[in-house]
């Protein structure tokens, strides 16, 4: 299962999910009804599991476009059964035990109950329980001793369940982590997500390039003014940022607005290229809601509106990746991808 949520982790929904699935991907995941509907509307007609919504939401909708939809407590197999009456078909449901994220799932102590709901409606033929499932805490660390805990109450729950009746087509817990480090979490079906997109879930764990990852988003503007300024200028709202000599300053049309962290001002790095030479360069200043400032230094006399800024890539030419990014502000590569705003094109290079 390829983990579309979120626009694909910002990368454009249905692009990426057509990608995933000509990638071989037999399921994708998401989190909303709206992000579902959204990839049936466009024609993917593989599985696909929606697991969050609170009550009143269109599953009416959902269960007529035959999305999956996760149950975590008897109410949500109550109203998705309903919603299947009015449908008029039956509902695939996957019901959910919290081995311990404390997140979406019944606790092991509500499982029983969860179980029932969906067998009794099961039993009236407007839902069949089709999948079992969970979700780790340390997915970023899968060795980490929690997630053997995990495992073996997931394998209590699913031996519950199916004494109790349950015939699941698909069992799942693992993630981008443990789909990437740990088989015994594997079962039937595996939701990676940040990982389809060529990002390492954790640093820690390994990096793209030692899992064979290649990151597929590139971050790209193109300098929209270029000019000369004298040594000691201030630069951008509040002058955060002063040229140290006379110097030339690049403007970036990428601001906060695009998912650019005012974080980043006076940190984080881009790749200015012209022609074939590159420069790596900070941020200078305040990242604008529409635009940053680049300190351009001594390669004024080559540089000029239209050059290119990679903001992050794959790291061919010496650009930072996503997880640089990460790195620099403190916070991870799904914080930095899934932020890029609507006013940036998602242009599919294959
Ligand atoms: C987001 C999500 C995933 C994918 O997680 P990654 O760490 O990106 O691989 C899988 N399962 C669930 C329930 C999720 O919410």
Redesign the pocket.
Known sequence: MA?V?ADA?GHGLVGSAKAAVEGGASWL?V?FIEEALALRVAGLDVPILC?LMAPGEPLVAAVAADVDLSASAPWAVAEIAQAATAAGRVARVHLKIDTGLSRAGATAADWPDLIEAGLKAQAEGSVRVVGVWS?LVH??DPMHPTTAAQIAVFTEGLRFAEQAGVEPEVRHLA???S?LCLPATHFDLV?????VYGLT?APVIGSAESFGLRPAMTLRARLALTKKVPADTGVSYNHRYRTANATTLGLVPLGYADGIPCAAANTAEVLVRSGNSTWRRPIAGTVCMDQFVVDLGDIDADVREGDDVIVFGPGDDGEPTAQDWADALGTIS?EVVTRIGIRVPRVFVG
Do not use: E, F, M
Request: net charge positive; proline share 10%; no cysteine.
């Open positions: 983990v949520k982790y995941g989190a697991w979700h997915g970023d993630n981008s982590g789909t939701r990676p997500g940040i990982a879930p799904y």
